[in-house]
């Protein structure tokens, strides 16, 4: 009897210390992010990465001139004799009106891990900045947020898209822009569609 009752205060005791243990213990997860106070000025070691392993791209935060370098996994030069290299698809160059790069304030430019979202943010003469930049698997696209929070109508820009090779840049329509070109064996095409 004794040996039993001794046996169950034993494991009493041992499961309020570990109840005690756990509630004690703190959630705090910290955030998983990579941040900047300045624009990147080389693509390998400091343009941020995004992509959902179709499509790719590096931003590198420029404030009157951003440059968003892109990729898709199937565009390879080659043939089936001879094996190639992966190919970079693009770029996308955003040119913004009325922005003095000497002007800026409170510039922070980061790569969230946890969202898998990149953001760029900035203040020049009163007007907060802000960008967002993410890929979508589901959309197959890249996606670039770009907004004045209660400035509505200071945002201007303009838009390139230029081929990583020599491809042809033609205007679809009023909102779409196509990049259309052939590598080798392999012809492809990218789309720049402005949605308001």
């Not at 400091?46 to 898709?72: D, K």
């Not at 969230?112 to 930049?133: K, M, N, W």
């Not at 698997?137 to 081929?163: E, H, Q, W």
């Not at 392999?186 to 949605?195: F, G, M, N, T």
Request: hydrophobic share 35%; aromatic share 12%; charged share 25%.
């Amino acid at each position: 009897m004794k040996k039993q009752l001794k046996r169950s205060l034993w494991l009493i005791c041992c499961l309020c210390a570990m109840y005690t243990l756990y509630s004690c213990k703190q959630e705090t997860t910290a955030e998983m992010k990579l941040w900047y106070n300045r624009p990147a000025t080389n693509w390998m070691k400091s343009a941020l990465p995004i992509g959902n392993g179709e499509l790719g791209a590096m931003f590198f935060g420029g404030i009157s001139h951003e440059h968003l370098q892109f990729n898709e996994k199937s565009l390879w030069s080659g043939s089936p004799e001879l094996r190639g290299a992966y190919q970079s698809f693009g770029d996308v160059f955003l040119d913004f009106e009325g922005i003095d790069s000497c002007e800026v304030e409170n510039y922070y430019r980061e790569l969230s891990l946890d969202e898998a979202i990149g953001r760029v943010t900035f203040d020049c003469q009163g007007v907060t900045y802000e960008r967002e930049y993410f890929a979508s698997y589901p959309d197959c696209m890249i996606v670039a947020r770009l907004i004045t929070p209660g400035n509505k109508g200071k945002l201007s820009f303009s838009v390139t898209l230029k081929d990583g090779r020599e491809g042809v840049a033609r205007c679809k329509d009023n909102t779409t822009l196509l990049l259309q070109n052939k590598l080798d064996l392999l012809s492809y095409e990218a789309q720049r569609e402005e949605v308001c």
